[in-house]
């Protein structure tokens, strides 16, 4: 074999080798990420239920009592709610970065989750999808209390 055929063949077994090192390493070290919170898939009966409305350029966050909330959202610690997540006008995209969760807010369909936050904290809210030119605008804030 010659030269530039040996070379060739080492560089390709040495990207393979590293990208599999760097692939397995990856996964052990993202879902060792423990971000405090997490979904669930069971519903619980104590849950308490509050809606999320996606409108250009805000979030309205809807308590059980009535009480309306515009651009921030507080939560208990280990409580379960039931975010009952919803667009008035185009789609939107609830993203909670710090956590990660994001789900797709589309008018005329609720999408229901329940969520556990463990740890106390102050957190974004994000819009990621586009929705129009003040997206850069639609922001908010989730507080959980202990």
């Not at 898939?41 to 409108?55: C, G, L």
């Not at 994001?102 to 969520?115: L, N, Q, R, S, T």
Request: net charge negative.
């Amino acid at each position: 074999m010659e030269k530039a055929r040996i070379f060739e063949l080492s560089t390709i077994i040495f990207a393979i080798v590293i990208l599999t090192v760097l692939g397995v390493f990856s996964d052990i070290y993202l879902n060792s990420i423990n971000s405090g919170a997490y979904l669930t898939a069971h519903a619980k009966q104590d849950a308490i239920p509050i809606k999320v409305i996606a409108m250009q350029y805000a979030w309205e966050f809807v308590y059980p009592n009535g009480t309306v909330s515009v651009d921030k959202l507080v939560l208990k610690a280990n409580q379960t709610y039931l975010l009952e997540i919803t667009s008035k006008d185009v789609i939107h995209a609830f993203y909670i970065p710090q956590l990660g969760f994001k789900f797709e807010a589309i008018p005329g369909y609720v999408y229901d989750f329940y969520i556990v936050i463990n740890k106390p904290g102050v957190y974004d809210i994000w819009c990621a999808e586009f929705c129009g030119p003040g997206h850069y605008l639609m922001r908010g804030t989730l507080i959980v209390v202990s």
